[in-house]
């Protein structure tokens, strides 16, 4: 039984378009909270959601690079045949 909630697991965390959702979800998150600090705040004050907003962005990247690359194999898979 653990076996199997490792594999199931390891396929949803391995997926680029989950961690494209989760890398959006974060983007938003952070965003809107440094939004909402902005405008009650004249200063700069860094906190927690610049570090959201930075790993969300370092997070997609790495989803979207997943998901070319892919594309790009099964271009060349397809041009083979």
């Known amino acids: 039984m653990f076996s199997r909630f490792m594999k199931?697991?390891?396929?949803i965390t391995d997926n680029p378009y989950t961690n494209i959702i989760v890398g959006l979800v974060l983007?938003?998150?952070?965003?809107?909270?440094?939004?909402?600090?902005?405008?009650?705040?004249a200063g700069?004050?860094?906190?927690v959601h610049h570090g959201v907003v930075f790993f969300s962005v370092?997070?997609?990247v790495k989803s979207l690079h997943e998901v070319v690359d892919?594309?790009?194999?099964?271009?060349r898979l397809e041009a083979k045949e």
């Open 8 to 11: 199931a697991s390891k396929k």
């Open 27 to 41: 983007l938003y998150s952070g965003v809107s909270e440094s939004l909402h600090e902005f405008k009650e705040l």
């Open 44 to 47: 700069f004050r860094l906190g």
């Open 58 to 60: 370092l997070h997609l």
């Open 70 to 75: 892919a594309v790009e194999r099964f271009q």
